[in-house]
């Protein structure tokens, strides 16, 4: 689809497993994380998300894993399922102070699953 | 509650030309951000609004400009069309940029530019 970038990594699990998705921020400053799942055709859909006084928040068949001291960020899907298939972005945030700044989106990574 | 509407889904323009994008907020929220998403630079940041004022702005050229109605509804407006200006158009919508945790913006589907 229309999100998929030329060299997006690229992530096939087979239906029922585990899936990690990996990514790497840029900013130190940055307090707050999001991840979206982006289908063919359609805007980002949002999973789940962290501020950075946490290093994990469960959501459902989801987990997100945050490790500050080496800036980066995980995404956990249980029992992965066909309807997962989509391309995945983390992004953050840095908060101004009570204001927030706009989200800095990484280039994402496409899960296939392999019924 | 509805969720974030663009309009149009898609466009063709031709270089030179400007166009303008619609986008209606999730009931209740009151600050609007646009994207701009190719497959070579990813999703970038153009700008956001709350109140009807612009709060933030990404690194784009003067071409590339917005508005907030008073009724949250945003527009986006691009002059002077390059052909490097197709791409797809995201607006999304948070509840307030004024209180922790409210960060959490819900896309729309995009409006869909190609310039010829």
């Known amino acids: 689809g229309e999100s998929v970038g030329l060299h997006l990594p690229t992530l096939s699990v087979q239906e029922g497993d585990n899936s990690i998705i990996n990514c790497a921020y840029s900013n130190s400053a940055s307090d707050y994380f999001i991840w979206y799942k982006q289908e063919s055709g359609k805007g980002p859909q949002f999973i789940i998300d962290i501020r950075s006084n946490m290093d994990k928040r469960q959501g459902q068949r989801v987990t997100v894993l945050l490790n500050k001291t080496v800036k980066h960020l995980s995404l956990q899907i249980a029992a992965t399922q066909p309807g997962d298939s989509a391309v995945y972005f983390c992004?953050?945030?840095?908060?101004?102070?009570?204001?927030?700044?706009?989200?800095?989106f990484g280039k994402g990574t496409k899960l296939s699953v392999k019924p | 509650k509805a969720g974030v509407t663009q309009t149009p889904r898609y466009l063709i323009k031709t270089r030179g030309q400007q166009v303008t994008l619609s986008c209606s907020p999730i009931s209740g929220h009151r600050s609007v951000s646009w994207y701009q998403q190719t497959p070579g630079q990813g999703l970038q940041f153009l700008f956001e609004?709350?109140?009807?004022?612009?709060?933030n702005k990404g690194n784009f050229p003067g071409r590339f400009s917005g508005r907030q109605f008073s009724n949250s509804r945003s527009e986006m407006n691009v002059s002077t069309l390059e052909l490097g200006d197709s791409a797809l158009y995201l607006c999304a919508s948070s509840g307030s940029i004024q209180i922790q945790g409210q960060g959490r913006r819900y896309f729309g589907p995009g409006t869909r530019l190609t310039v010829t």
């Open positions: 992004a953050e945030m840095i908060s101004y102070g009570g204001s927030q700044g706009n989200l800095i």
């Open positions: 609004y709350f109140s009807e004022t612009q709060r």
